[in-house]
């Protein structure tokens, strides 16, 4: 409840300045937080090789440093993903970047892969205590002449100290990187990162853009196949503008929260209809409730994930969302998240 007052106090500043202050703050609070009470072994999901105690995920961007992901464990999330790491440091687009459209729940943010680079997260990912799961999403400088050679280096460097690797190509933030979604650069890629595993697990799962048609979607789907890659996240931010209320809905960058609901379920359904059972998907995108997320689920998502809700509820969401979960399972006679996930596909 401190911590859902805090967030409502933090709404007043201006967007990029509560969200370093979160940061701070949670920072701050990690040593003296308890530990996440233990899920309903309802709520356990096994995929990419791993045991997730609850299949709710904190999404790419919240942390992009690796700062805090051992606190945001103990708030309830079941995995956490930091990133977007670059294999430099860079600064980002100039500010403002980051604009909430509180009358549609939603943000638009043009941040443009801000963080402290490869070595920065290396550090923080050794130095963890680690108590729970935690992805590292990857992606390209802006000032890089070889995107593929970026992805490389940051895989090599991080892909031993996290639990998986995203490989984010889909970004609109930095000019370029949704090229590499097209299926020549995609199978150049995912080539090049499934070589330097070899021998070594380190799931990798691609995050998907939710602007793609279903001609872009067969291509994807084709090359995650023949990849042997892991898993899809679907999807990160769009740049469609569906209507909006909110007076920055004009502004340049990815549209969030609950207008991306359906067109990235949608996409999800998409991509669920064209992969085999054994690849998952991680489904992102307007999650704001546990029906949000049930329905995710019964599309196809073995896990899901969220980052703007969190911006207008507060870190009290992640446990009412797993709570309102198992209702929905209990209601439609599901005897478990595992026994749900596909089943409305
Ligand atoms: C401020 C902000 C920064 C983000 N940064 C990243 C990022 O660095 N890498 C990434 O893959 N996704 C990033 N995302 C996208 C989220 O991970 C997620 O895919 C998207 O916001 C949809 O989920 P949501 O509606 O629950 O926020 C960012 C989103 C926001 C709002």
Do not use: W
Not at 72 to 87: A, N, Q
Not at 100 to 112: C, F, P
Not at 147 to 167: G, N, W
Not at 292 to 320: F, H, M, N
């Amino acid at each position: 409840m401190i911590l859902d007052l805090a967030a409502r106090l933090l709404s007043a500043l201006p967007a990029e300045t509560a969200h370093e202050a979160t940061l701070g703050l949670t920072r701050a609070f990690a040593p003296v937080l308890p530990p996440a009470r233990a899920d309903d072994p309802r709520l356990e999901v096994k995929a990419l090789g791993l045991s997730f105690p609850n299949p709710i995920g904190l999404a790419a961007g919240f942390d992009k440093d690796t700062r805090v992901p051992d606190a945001m464990l103990k708030l309830g999330f079941g995995f956490v993903e930091c990133g977007t790491v670059t294999p430099k440091p860079q600064a980002g687009n100039p500010r403002p970047r980051l604009f909430r459209l509180r009358e549609d729940r939603a943000v638009i943010n043009r941040m443009g892969f801000n963080n402290r680079g490869m070595e920065e997260a290396a550090r923080n990912l050794a130095r963890r205590r680690k108590n729970g799961i935690v992805g590292i999403n990857i992606g390209a400088n802006k000032e890089t002449s070889d995107h593929i050679a970026d992805y490389a280096q940051s895989f090599a460097r991080l892909a031993p100290l996290a639990d998986y690797v995203t490989v984010n190509v889909s970004s609109p933030n930095t000019p370029g990187l949704r090229g590499l979604q097209n299926k020549e650069e995609l199978t150049q890629l995912l080539a090049t990162l499934t070589q330097a595993r070899a021998g070594g697990g380190h799931p990798i799962l691609l995050k998907i853009a939710p602007d793609l048609d279903a001609h872009a979607l067969d291509d994807i789907a084709q090359v995650v196949i023949a990849s042997r890659i892991e898993g899809v996240i679907v999807s990160n931010t769009t740049i469609a503008r569906p209507p909006l209320k909110g007076s920055h809905a004009q502004e340049t960058g990815g549209l969030s929260g609950a207008p991306l609901f359906q067109p990235s379920t949608k996409i999800l359904r998409q991509m669920r209809a064209r992969l085999p059972k054994d690849i998952a998907l991680i489904g992102v995108g307007g999650i704001s409730s546990g029906r949000d997320a049930y329905e995710k689920i019964l599309a196809g998502a073995s896990l899901v994930q969220l980052y703007t809700a969190l911006v207008y509820q507060g870190p009290g969401l992640v446990g009412r969302i797993k709570r309102d979960l198992l209702a929905c399972l209990a209601r439609d006679g599901f005897s478990s998240v595992a026994a749900a996930i596909g089943a409305r596909g």
